[in-house]
């Protein structure tokens, strides 16, 4: 078992290794929504295990390769079978390692109660399997080692009891599909728990007293809401027959009376405890008005996640004096009836169903877009970005994860999928089509779906009115702004390393300025400024005589972020364009359209400064205009030569004259690896490395070829070990070093090591910014009880 996945952190590609269980509700926790916090052991620490048992006759050690075949009508030898197989797991000994290191992650929590939630995923996607939510039970445990053994092998041993083995007969399934996997979360002392049941004709929301282990087992009746869905309304209620609550063993909860003491597990084997409700509490609803309107605020957000129909599980913990809502499960009916026809890398999170709009030639860029189609085309460049704000989805042929195309979707929260081959030649334009940003998979929808796709459409032509009057649209993919985070800003831990946001779009300031950030990382220039250029290169507006008209729109646009994130700094990048990012722009510089460089970054100033001395003087004006938190990144820089000429036009410009100002540079060429003590001399203030760059330029992979996705890693050690490099460098020369490219926001897991070698910030798109904070918080408390560890030795 090499590591642990915690819910924040998971990616697309686990979800076979965490479970569906596991998956759901990692999207949601990751789209700021509240869920119990958690991690999972993944389905190889099963195999592993089911491999390393020692005996030669054990039934158990041979499953990962063997199907099992079964007399299923057979019911004596089914449980004799049966019974052994489970007492083999129940019997043999968790490596010592795995139980600790779920032990010591556990125990961060501060909780003595743990629930082991089974995580199942089947590999098998294309047979209907009905529902299998009731198969496998949760098991619960004191946060013991022993105890966390034990519940391990009780939850793994589930996939091997009788009534598992009929069904897997049953159904078609060999063993060698079946993933389970193991969702590790704290149990907390609970004042009510239940379900949401959405769908589109209106909602149930059932509660009970204490722990939602009372409905799950049937002892409860539970009350009962009906609420009208588009309302919020409450239609009607019914009071349950709640005679008993489960808690957590030791809580002493005042409303309940004394425990039972013929449970249906001894205090050894569970860390749960059952009361009898008092006979006042039991003629009373276990939700308080509050709390009701809470449960159907948080619906409504999550029906623009999941859609009209959907299952969540939720439970008001009783940490705090006011009781804090969680959601616990996730269950979103199976929508697609067909396999996916077309498969890609998944650059954009969210599903969106629309009409396709095929574009066979890239270079012929429209004046505009219907509103709300998928988009699909060869390959996507900047200058796009005015036409994009227009589509629901995009689709591109070619282009990885750090491509263009990629990194405009997730900025502008449009589901997108990339280097999906042969799409312009597959999809025809009108085709109605599912486009699943998540997986990286695009389904046509035909008359079999109906049912699915009409309750979407309905809820997104039945919101056009209103949105539009309100100046806003519609999307049905999963816009990163479109739901507010309940958690985000409250209960934060507090954290020592900079938190920064990459933005380029004014339209987004009001939703991203209330994050909890320390500024602006990364301000991209190139992408803000297309807003504004009318369709003409910077250089058109100069030749033409219109140097002060486009001076005042540049001043403006840099002045909504100053102004926005005052007094918290904003890093500015200057222009880094090459010719091919800017087909549809006159007087682009002339540059081979198929070169992966081009004459980008600070190499371009030298050769047609008249640019950057503009954008200088936006920056000056901005500064004139009483905002001192601008500060200049300089991009692409090959030569201190190259940095000397930008610092003295910088000067030029009286920027310096500012006290607060810094000038800073980007990380990205690997010259900088062996010239930044140079630089340091010549006067960079500070480094933002940029991961993007320096990963297709030491591994020599052109990062929009979404061919070599496998090969553009930004986690490969000769990556790291950069930096790792640039990191101590910049702490040797007592300068600070921050981390702006994708690998953070698309590998959390990094996030430890950057902490450990002294990052100074981490800038993310607006979309990470929560799972960026919560992996930057356990990542420095696992180095503060380190440090605490070594001192008491």
Same mark, same amino acid.
């Given at each position: 078992m090499e590591k642990l996945y915690w819910l924040d952190q998971i990616k697309l590609q686990d979800r076979a290794k965490v479970g569906d269980k596991a998956f759901h509700l990692s999207r949601i926790i990751q789209r700021g929504y509240p869920v119990v916090p958690?991690?999972?052991?993944?389905?190889?620490?099963? %195999?592993?295990? +089911?491999?390393?048992?020692?005996?030669?006759?054990?039934?158990?050690?041979?499953?990962?390769?063997?199907?099992? =075949?079964?007399?299923?009508?057979?019911?004596?030898?089914?449980?004799?079978?049966?019974?052994?197989?489970?007492?083999?797991?129940?019997?043999a000994t968790v490596p010592q390692e795995w139980v600790s290191k779920i032990f010591t992650a556990a125990r961060e929590w501060q909780t003595s109660c743990l629930i082991f939630r089974p995580s199942l995923s089947v590999a098998d996607t294309t047979q209907s399997r009905g529902n299998i939510s009731g198969l496998l039970e949760s098991v619960f445990c004191y946060c013991q080692e022993d105890a966390i053994a034990t519940a391990l092998k009780?939850?793994?041993?589930?996939?091997?009891? !009788?009534?598992?083995?009929?069904?897997?007969? =049953?159904?078609?399934?060999?063993?060698?599909?079946?993933?389970? !996997?193991?969702? &590790?979360?704290?149990?907390?002392?609970?004042?009510?728990s239940g379900l949401l049941k959405a769908n589109s004709s209106g909602w149930e929301i059932e509660a009970t007293w204490g722990l939602g282990i009372a409905i799950a087992q049937g002892e409860v009746l539970p009350d009962v809401y009906y609420i009208q869905n588009k309302t919020g309304a409450i239609l009607e209620q019914q009071l349950g027959n709640?005679?008993?609550?489960?808690?957590?063993?030791?809580?002493?909860?005042?409303?309940?009376?004394?425990?039972?003491?013929?449970?249906?597990?001894?205090?050894?084997?569970? *860390?749960?405890?059952?009361?009898?409700?008092?006979?006042?509490?039991? #003629?009373?609803?276990?939700?308080?008005?509050?709390? +009701?309107?809470?449960?159907?605020?948080?619906?409504?957000?999550?029906?623009?996640?999941?859609? #009209?129909?959907?299952?969540?599980?939720?439970?008001?913990?009783?940490q705090t004096t006011s009781g804090k809502l969680y959601l616990t499960q996730v269950t979103s009916p199976q929508t697609i009836p067909h396999v996916y026809f077309i498969r890609g890398l998944p650059a954009a999170g969210g599903r969106t169903v629309a009409n396709a709009l095929v574009m066979i030639d890239s270079q012929q860029k429209p004046e505009q877009l219907p509103k709300g189609v998928i988009l699909v085309v060869p390959?996507?460049?900047?200058?796009?970005?005015?036409l994009l704000q227009q589509v629901g989805g995009i689709i591109t042929e070619h282009g990885g994860l750090t491509s263009h195309a990629a990194i405009l979707a997730r900025e502008l929260g449009i589901a997108a999928v990339v280097n999906a081959t042969s799409a312009t030649s597959l999809i025809q334009t009108g085709e109605r089509l599912l486009l699943d940003g998540d997986r990286g998979e695009i389904y046509r929808i035909k008359g079999d779906s109906k049912e699915w796709e009409s309750g979407k459409v309905e809820q997104e032509q039945g919101s056009t009115e209103a949105e539009e009057q309100r100046g806003t649209r519609t999307n049905?993919?999963?816009?990163?702004?479109?739901?507010?985070?309940?958690?985000?800003?409250?209960?934060?831990?507090?954290?020592?390393?900079?938190?920064?946001?990459?933005?380029?779009?004014?339209?987004?300031?009001?939703?991203?300025? /209330?994050?909890?950030?320390?500024?602006?990382?990364?301000?991209? /220039?190139?992408?803000m400024i297309l807003n504004i250029l009318d369709g003409q290169h910077p250089n058109s507006w100069i030749l033409s005589g219109r140097q002060a008209e486009l001076l005042e729109r540049w001043s403006e646009q840099i002045m909504e972020f100053?102004?926005?994130?005052?007094? %918290?700094?904003?890093?500015?990048?200057?222009?880094?364009? %090459?010719?091919?990012?800017?087909?549809?722009?006159?007087?682009?510089?002339? /540059?081979?359209?198929?070169?992966?460089?081009?004459?980008?970054?600070?190499?371009?100033?030298?050769?047609?400064?008249?640019?950057?001395? +503009?954008?200088?003087?936006?920056l000056a004006s901005v500064q004139q205009s009483g905002y001192s938190n601008i500060n200049l990144l300089l991009p692409f820089v090959r030569t201190v030569e190259e940095f000397?000429? *930008? %610092?003295?036009?910088?000067?030029? !410009?009286?920027?310096?004259?500012?006290?607060?100002?810094?000038?800073?540079?980007?990380?990205?060429?690997?010259?900088?690896?062996? +010239?930044?003590?140079?630089?340091? #001399?010549?006067?960079?203030?500070?480094?933002?490395?940029?991961?993007?760059?320096?990963?297709?330029?030491?591994?020599? &992979?052109?990062?929009?070829?979404?061919?070599?996705?496998?090969?553009?890693?930004?986690? =490969?050690?000769?990556?790291?070990?950069?930096?790792a490099q640039l990191i101590h460098m910049a702490k040797s020369a007592g300068i600070p070093c921050s981390i702006c490219g994708q690998a953070p926001a698309l590998y959390p897991e990094i996030i430890d090591r950057l902490v450990e070698w002294g990052i100074t910030s981490i800038s993310v798109e607006p979309e990470a910014i929560e799972r960026t904070y919560q992996a930057i918080a356990r990542a420095e408390q696992r180095l503060i009880l380190a440090a605490a560890r070594r001192e008491f030795k």
């Open positions: 958690g991690f999972v052991v993944s389905a190889e620490a099963l %195999r592993q295990f +089911l491999e390393n048992l020692n005996s030669s006759e054990s039934l158990v050690a041979d499953l990962p390769y063997s199907s099992l =075949h079964l007399d299923v009508s057979n019911w004596r030898q089914l449980q004799q079978v049966a019974g052994r197989l489970r007492e083999e797991i129940l019997t009780r939850t793994w041993s589930q996939i091997f009891r !009788a009534r598992s083995l009929l069904y897997w007969q =049953h159904t078609g399934v060999n063993l060698q599909q079946i993933n389970l !996997a193991v969702l &590790v979360q704290p149990v907390e002392n609970t004042i009510a709640k005679m008993l609550a489960y808690d957590v063993n030791g809580a002493s909860p005042t409303n309940f009376s004394q425990p039972l003491i013929d449970s249906a597990l001894t205090p050894e084997e569970t *860390c749960l405890v059952t009361y009898v409700l008092q006979e006042t509490q039991q #003629k009373q609803y276990a939700l308080q008005p509050e709390y +009701l309107q809470q449960i159907i605020g948080l619906g409504t957000q999550l029906v623009t996640e999941l859609g #009209k129909t959907f299952t969540v599980k939720w439970t008001i913990t009783s390959t996507i460049t900047p200058d796009w970005l005015p049905l993919s999963f816009k990163p702004f479109s739901v507010p985070s309940p958690t985000l800003t409250s209960d934060l831990p507090m954290i020592a390393t900079k938190l920064l946001v990459n933005l380029s779009q004014s339209s987004l300031i009001e939703q991203v300025k /209330s994050l909890p950030v320390d500024g602006v990382g990364l301000l991209r /220039s190139e992408l100053a102004q926005a994130f005052a007094p %918290r700094p904003v890093f500015y990048r200057s222009l880094d364009w %090459r010719s091919a990012d800017l087909p549809s722009l006159s007087d682009s510089l002339q /540059s081979s359209p198929q070169s992966m460089l081009g004459e980008r970054g600070t190499f371009s100033y030298l050769r047609n400064p008249a640019v950057f001395e +503009l954008e200088l003087k936006a000397v000429f *930008c %610092r003295r036009k910088v000067e030029q !410009a009286f920027l310096t004259q500012v006290a607060e100002f810094e000038l800073w540079m980007m990380a990205e060429v690997p010259s900088v690896l062996f +010239l930044l003590p140079e630089y340091v #001399k010549a006067g960079v203030a500070g480094i933002s490395i940029g991961t993007n760059d320096l990963t297709q330029l030491l591994l020599g &992979v052109d990062r929009e070829q979404g061919q070599l996705a496998k090969v553009f890693n930004e986690r =490969h050690p000769a990556v790291m070990s950069a930096i």
